[in-house]
């Protein structure tokens, strides 16, 4: 650490020069903001009112060490343990995935599609964070959610942000890849998923800071079974979804056909994709 002054905007300077090296101008002062509101809640507004503001030595050891893993492509929200996601405050760690925008895009599709309904129940199979059992129940609070993982780990941080955000939902650790275990849950009107859907070959093309800390259990498929999960929820969803109740997938942008073709053969109704806000086909929507 070669730090030569206590000033935050002096140290913050430094800082974000070597951040660009690694993710150029713009983002690295970005990176820096969100350190510095969350370890020492100053905005860039409160900083530049602020041009003395000093630092004690513990404290520019945190930002030092948040910095040498942000080198490291570790994603900040890891590394300041939380996310925002749909107006909420999530606490993550590396047993789940960090939110991503494109799916609050589904959870707006989802309560427009059901805001004249009420008390419906709804199935999040995959839950992770709980991020779209939560935003689901925040926005039609008179709903039912029950939120499955197989992952003890990503329940525990689905727990914590039910607390965090004041809200009810029944978790459950489940995997849905073991049939023997359905007869466990029981009837719903809506199911949705974001599933594991990224294949081999797809992770060859992504950036380390995903493949190098997010949980591959919840984002890989084999390049020879890439729609294993749409198929065992499908199935699934055959016998646990209501007559005219709705089933909701996030999707790999190359396979939307192959999903039509899975829910057609299963039987669903009223099978439609939607593209998000970069025109990329990601969510599908179907009806039993």
Not at 24 to 50: P, T, W
Not at 200 to 221: Q, W
Not at 228 to 242: G, P
């Amino acid at each position: 650490m070669n730090i030569r002054t206590n000033l935050l905007r002096e140290i913050k300077q430094q800082y974000q020069k070597e951040l660009s090296a690694v993710y150029g101008e713009q983002e690295a002062g970005s990176l820096m903001n969100v350190l510095i509101s969350h370890f020492f809640s100053l905005s860039r507004v409160d900083l530049s009112l602020k041009p003395d503001f000093r630092l004690s030595e513990t404290e520019i050891l945190k930002l030092h060490f948040a910095v040498k893993d942000l080198k490291k492509e570790k994603p900040v929200q890891y590394i300041i343990g939380e996310s925002e996601f749909f107006g909420l405050k999530l606490k993550v760690t590396p047993n789940v995935l960090i939110p991503r925008p494109e799916t609050e895009e589904m959870i707006e599709l989802i309560v427009k599609d059901n805001l004249d309904k009420e008390k419906l129940k709804i199935l999040d199979i995959g839950t992770g964070s709980g991020c779209i059992a939560l935003a689901l129940k925040k926005k039609l609070p008179s709903f039912l959610v029950t939120a499955i993982d197989v992952s003890e780990g990503a329940l525990e941080v689905a727990k914590g942000n039910c607390i965090l955000n004041k809200l009810d939902i029944e978790l459950k650790q489940l995997d849905i890849l073991d049939v023997s275990r359905w007869q466990e849950l029981g009837q719903f009107d809506l199911i949705v998923s974001n599933p594991p859907y990224v294949t081999e070959d797809d992770k060859t093309l992504m950036k380390k800071n995903v493949t190098g800390f997010e949980p591959h259990l919840a984002l890989f498929v084999t390049n020879e079974d890439p729609l294993l999960f749409y198929r065992v929820i499908t199935e699934f969803a055959v016998d646990h979804l209501i007559g005219g109740g709705s089933l909701w997938f996030e999707i790999n942008e190359n396979l939307g056909d192959e999903v039509v073709k899975l829910l057609q053969e299963k039987g669903f109704n009223n099978i439609a994709l939607h593209s998000d806000l970069y025109g990329k086909v990601r969510f599908a929507s179907s009806v039993r």
